[in-house]
């Protein structure tokens, strides 16, 4: 019996397998059949132009079709740096026809294989001879897209009147930067221009613009290249970064520790930056750097908040074949949410369901005529969501009326002619009646939804994507998608020196109306974005927590007598968090502390180990020890050491209580009714946190039945 059923288990597994490759080999040969007609038809608009032999010797156009026609056997790196050609910004390759080319190449080079977690050590030690020499020339060329970049925001600051020009001039050292890039036969101070580049990450409102955003790419890209062109050492330590790289993955690969992957995460950086091994860094963060945040909000409780009742009245004036018709129509129904599955983007539909019924009075020369309309509606209003917000389409709807005929006023022989009227119009009126409600009924729709699309889409930006874009740390990828019953949210948040998950979540034990997997990773690369090199004061961590939690502890709360103080978190690491073995450790890393009119410069972390334990319906966090203060690589602390260190740790000890015990996860704004969600599941190990929610059930419905009256 076992045996039969390996072979069964075999032939399916093999099946899957052939299905799975020949999907691929689909996709595969359709991108090679697109870019080799889109190279075509480069080569033709070429043609004889005079233009063309540089265009052909820029983009080696050659030689990539020389690569193209070894279809999977080509190699990435030459693929690689034709689609870096294609992508620059040299002026020209907007147009169309390379445009196409872009497109096709990027999509054809998705397809290529790619090295696998076991073979990447040895990747790495064979990548030495791929060394590229970043020449004089690369870095002129640079510079003169920095300068184009720079005019480009030059123009819009002239555009946004002086004042503000000269706000923005000195928010970014303008003067600075036109002062280095002016000294043609001098080498700029590189120092100088990567202190500059560092204030386009700055956390201010207008940054995140294409031309400033602009300043900052080419700024970054040519202070990279004119480093590595001018270091004598580079190519030694490329070198040495490959062997150590090498050690660091074999050791990932078999047991993927937290102190590896920032490593290997920094050294992938590294050859990033300088434009070395594209191929091997690609292939090392395709092995070992995965989605570190998976987020499910099920259909029901996102219905929770969305479904309302619809009860209005309105009043009714319009002419239907001629026909003046006035009266009160009142519409009843219900909103709804509908989950459409979708494996591109989030999409869902808000369902409008009920009737309108009106009493209205025909006017039409001396006939009056008393009716009572009975309207159907269905009404649907797509949304789709993705990484650049919610997107609406029109709404539609479906509305089909009944009229009954009361009363008509009138003489008697008007009325036996109006009633013989009323009854031969009566079909096409109804039709026209049920076309103009179901328009209103979706211009209604529509204009209730700007404000819901509108709020959405604000929160969206400003607290979320804006904020991320400007400090250059929005998620590598951020995917969302619904099934019937669930939308599914899934995050990459890994900036150039750092790698995400290593591996895939933990299993959810079941359905849950809302759950949450994340990685340890997720909160030390997505606090260096956000709080990286910012400087944190008492007063503002007051406010986030009292955000946050509603109350202040004792401890942080500041009064007169108390002395102010702030911190300014590391560059790097500012927040590290551990999950293991329901534990959870939680490092806060600082570079500056300041108390009063004392200041200390010097790396401090501070440390709190708690176990995690599961009540009924929510969690308890128990603190294991002391908060711990320590001062990195200083063994002997001064007076003034031991005295701020004393300070923090009766600071922090506020924010690390002993116990923290949930109070139960409460929802904001519509879904406020609900009450406390209960924790259903937690786990906590192998550097994945787990979390899934149920909701309370629904109270009992009313007993509507009543006992009949004996009087």
């Not at 328009?439 to 529509?446: C, K």
């Not at 899934?490 to 299993?507: D, I, V």
């Not at 944190?536 to 500041?558: A, Q, S, W, Y």
Request: with cysteine; aromatic share 6%.
């Amino acid at each position: 019996m076992g045996r039969v059923y390996q072979q069964w288990f075999a032939i399916a597994v093999g099946v899957c397998v052939m299905l799975a490759g020949a999907r691929w080999s689909e996709s595969a040969e359709k991108a090679d059949v697109e870019l080799k007609r889109t190279m075509r038809d480069l080569e033709r608009w070429l043609g004889s132009d005079p233009n063309a032999p540089g265009w052909r010797k820029f983009l080696k156009t050659e030689q990539l079709a020389a690569e193209i026609e070894k279809g999977a056997a080509a190699d990435r790196l030459v693929v690689r740096k034709a689609l870096e050609r294609f992508a620059s910004d040299q002026p020209g390759l907007d147009l169309r026809r390379f445009a196409a080319v872009r497109r096709a190449l990027n999509a054809w080079f998705d397809t290529l294989p790619t090295l696998s977690a076991d073979q990447l050590p040895k990747a790495a030690r064979e990548a030495k001879p791929q060394f590229v020499v970043v020449a004089q020339s690369d870095v002129d060329r640079q510079r003169v897209s920095l300068a184009a970049a720079v005019e480009r925001l030059s123009r819009l600051l002239k555009r946004s009147g002086e004042e503000d020009a000269t706000r923005w001039k000195e928010a970014v050292k303008w003067d600075q930067l036109e002062t280095q890039l002016a000294a043609k036969d001098v080498r700029p101070d590189l120092k100088t221009l990567q202190a500059i580049s560092e204030l386009y990450y700055q956390d201010i409102s207008g940054l995140e613009r294409d031309e400033f955003m602009g300043v900052r790419q080419a700024l970054d890209k040519y202070v990279s290249m004119a480093l590595f062109s001018s270091s004598a050492d580079s190519k030694k330590f490329y070198e040495n970064y490959l062997d150590t790289l090498a050690e660091r993955l074999t050791a990932y690969a078999q047991d993927p520790k937290t102190e590896d992957a920032v490593v290997i995460g920094k050294m992938l950086g590294w050859m990033e930056r300088f434009g070395q091994a594209g191929d091997l860094v690609e292939a090392a963060r395709t092995a070992h750097s995965h989605p570190n945040l998976f987020l499910e909000v099920s259909e029901a409780l996102m219905q929770a908040g969305i479904d309302q009742n619809v009860d209005e009245s309105a009043a009714v004036n319009e002419v239907i074949l001629g026909t003046r018709i006035r009266g009160n129509a009142r519409l009843t129904g219900k909103v709804t949410l509908d989950l459409i599955p979708s494996e591109e983007d989030a999409v869902m539909d808000i369902l409008l369901n009920g009737s309108t019924v009106s009493d209205s009075v025909g006017y039409n020369g001396p006939v009056r005529v008393f009716s009572r309309g009975f309207t159907s509606v269905a009404a649907r209003k797509r949304l789709e969501l993705d990484d650049a917000g919610l997107h609406d389409y029109r709404a539609t709807a479906r509305c089909s009326t009944r009229t009954r005929i009361g009363r008509v006023d009138a003489g008697r022989l008007v009325r036996h002619v109006a009633m013989k009227r009323i009854n031969e119009s009566k079909p096409e009126a109804e039709a026209i009646a049920s076309r103009r409600a179901a328009g209103r009924i979706a211009a209604s729709v529509d204009a209730r939804a700007v404000d819901l699309v509108g709020d959405a889409n604000a929160k969206f930006e400003d607290k979320f994507r804006t904020p991320l874009v400007r400090r250059g740390g929005f998620p590598q990828s951020l995917g969302f998608r619904t099934t019937d019953d669930a939308l599914l949210v899934t995050m990459l948040q890994a900036g150039r020196y750092q790698l995400a998950a290593p591996n895939a979540p933990p299993a959810l034990k079941g359905k849950f109306d809302l759950a949450v997997r994340m990685h340890e990773s997720l909160a030390g690369n997505m606090s260096q974005a956000v709080l990286g090199g910012v400087t944190l004061t008492d007063e503002r961590l007051v406010e986030i927590i009292k955000e946050t939690t509603g109350k202040v502890p004792p401890e942080l709360v500041i009064t007169e007598e108390d002395d102010p103080w702030s911190i300014t978190f590391d560059s790097e690491a500012p927040i590290d968090v551990r999950f293991h073995d329901k534990t959870v450790k939680i490092m806060i890393r600082g570079k500056r502390f300041t108390r009063s009119d004392q200041e200390i410069r010097k790396a401090v972390e501070i440390a709190a180990v708690y176990s995690l334990e599961k009540l009924a319906d929510r969690a308890r966090l128990v603190r294991q020890g002391d908060v711990q203060i320590e001062f990195a690589g200083r063994s002997k602390l001064s007076t003034s050491d031991i005295a701020m260190k004393t300070f923090m740790k009766k600071k922090f000890e506020g924010l690390f209580k002993p116990e923290i015990v949930s109070e139960g996860l409460a929802l904001p704004e519509r879904w406020k009714s609900l009450g406390k969600l209960k924790l259903d599941q937690l786990t906590c190990d192998k550097g994945w946190l787990a979390l899934g929610w149920l909701k309370p059930p629904a109270p009992p419905a009313a007993d509507e039945t009543r006992v009949a009256s004996l009087d």
